[in-house]
Antibody, heavy 125, light 107 residues
């Protein structure tokens, strides 16, 4: 089956760093935009960041700009999220998500069609 | 950032009921809107993209409508497996933003 598998979640102290990884199976990562979406315990979904097919364009939610970096290694079929200066409010399950975008007239529509199982990041002292 | 406001935040319904969830954007987003279903302990799944296009494999009892600022997700006849939380997501601009979610519970 087509799937995404995340790893790297852990318990870390405030101010610490963590690197999440996501490996794609049975599809070629380089054909897709990819994103990270997170969900704090008992809360809703929050889009965190995305990256284009060749890795040259990234976008972030304001709350993580300057602290998180999304990257990819298409040769390894892998996506990453480097998280620095972690805060208690970054505690969440982090999902790796494929965007199977489609063209509609002159613009593109996102379809987040494949999600990983999630990896838990806990920021606490 | 564009704010997405869903209503209601929760609802109770019976199997066979028609259910409608609304999502309002703080500014116009064309039809750049998706709907996602999430069951407890699971990752979300896409139901609708482009406001009204049904994702492959999703039952036809799900439908979406709307454009601009006001959108609707309708479940024509609620089934036991539909009890879940539903989120709208705008993909018109960055940052992408989700609605706060609507929890559909069994009456």
């Amino acid at each position: 089956d087509v799937q995404l598998v995340e790893s790297g979640g852990a318990l870390v102290q405030p101010g610490g760093s963590l690197r999440l990884s996501c490996v794609a199976s049975r599809f070629t990562l380089s054909n897709y935009w990819m994103q990270w979406v997170r969900q704090a315990p008992g809360k809703g979904l929050e889009w965190v960041a995305n990256i284009n097919r060749d890795g040259k364009e990234q976008n972030y939610v304001d709350s993580v700009k300057g602290r998180f970096t999304i990257s990819r290694d298409n040769a390894k079929n892998s996506l990453y999220l480097q998280m620095n200066s972690l805060r208690v409010e970054d505690t969440a399950v982090y999902y790796c998500v494929r965007d199977n975008d489609v063209k509609h007239n002159s613009y593109w529509l996102d379809i987040y069609d494949i999600w990983g199982q999630g990896t838990m990041v806990t920021v606490s002292s | 950032a564009i704010q997405m406001t869903q209503s209601p935040s929760s609802l109770s319904a019976s199997v066979g009921d028609r259910v409608t969830i609304t999502c309002r954007a703080s500014q116009g987003i064309r039809n750049d809107l998706g709907w996602y279903q999430q069951k407890p302990g699971k990752a979300p799944q896409v139901l609708i993209y482009g406001a009204s296009s049904l994702q492959s494999g999703v039952p036809s009892r799900f439908s979406g409508s709307g454009s601009g600022t006001d959108f609707t997700l309708t479940i024509s006849s609620l089934q036991p497996e539909d009890f879940a939380t539903y989120y709208c997501l705008q993909d018109y601009t960055y940052p992408r933003t989700f609605g706060q979610g609507t929890k559909v519970e069994i009456k």
